[in-house]
């Protein structure tokens, strides 16, 4: 059987193993991600050649899209699983070493370009591979829970840098009748989490409710990108 969510569960690592093995993720795209691909000129701002953070990566085609621009792209992953499938579904060589310093694996392909850690995100800190030029966060924040939103925002800010470009996917929908995840993330929930310290630009809100989400109980859902800056 896979994972039963309902609203206000906690989701553990093998909660998220489970879901990969079983094949029941229903986040994952088999296409480079829509509002990406309408912004990326927001979060590459015309530089080249930077560094692009993408946390609770899974296994995201959006990552050799960015690598195959020119980009330096590192993703940070819990479950292997999602990593292998990455690198073989993508036919990009690799290799693995230990990686001490979080507590699990790099995976990296023989360019070094794509660089993913396996590990719990909450082991990875700059001082890893330095700050980020840009990040790309779809799935990521809205996968936390709760009680763990402040401690990931608070990581995520110390690994901008000041120029860097955070393009922010998250989801609006009746959170009393479903509980996730994707979570449900208010707008007044991103403001008290970001607003003290940085800008936020709504680029999109769109309505993006499908038949997989009237499964889910939904009678409406609305995706929404912010881009996220330092002040």
């Not at 292998?84 to 699990?104: D, K, R």
Request: net charge negative; aromatic share 10%.
């Amino acid at each position: 059987m896979s994972a039963v969510v309902t609203p206000h569960t906690v989701m553990t690592s093998k909660d998220w193993e489970k879901i990969w093995k079983e094949e029941t993720n229903t986040w994952h795209q088999n296409a480079t991600h829509m509002l990406l691909q309408k912004h990326v000129d927001k979060l590459l701002a015309a530089r080249q050649n930077i560094k692009v953070f993408v946390p609770l990566c899974g296994k995201t085609v959006d990552i050799k899209w960015l690598s195959d621009m020119g980009h330096t792209v590192t993703g940070v992953e819990l479950v292997e699983q999602a990593i292998t499938e990455f690198f073989e579904e993508q036919q990009v060589e690799y290799t693995t070493e230990l990686a001490e310093s979080v507590n699990g694996r790099l995976f990296k392909s023989i360019d070094g370009k794509i660089r993913l850690y396996q590990c719990d995100l909450f082991n990875y800190s700059s001082t890893i591979e330095g700050q980020f030029d840009a990040i790309w966060d779809r799935g990521s924040l809205c996968a936390m829970n709760v009680e763990d939103l402040r401690r990931y925002v608070d990581l995520m800010v110390s690994m901008m840098h000041q120029d860097c470009r955070y393009l922010l996917a998250t989801y609006d929908y009746d959170g009393s009748r479903y509980g996730g995840p994707p979570h449900n993330t208010p707008d007044d929930q991103i403001t008290a989490l970001f607003g003290e310290r940085c800008d936020i630009q709504r680029l999109e809100y769109e309505d993006i409710c499908s038949e997989k989400h009237k499964k889910w109980g939904l009678e409406a859902i609305y995706e929404k990108l912010d881009l996220i800056t330092l002040k």
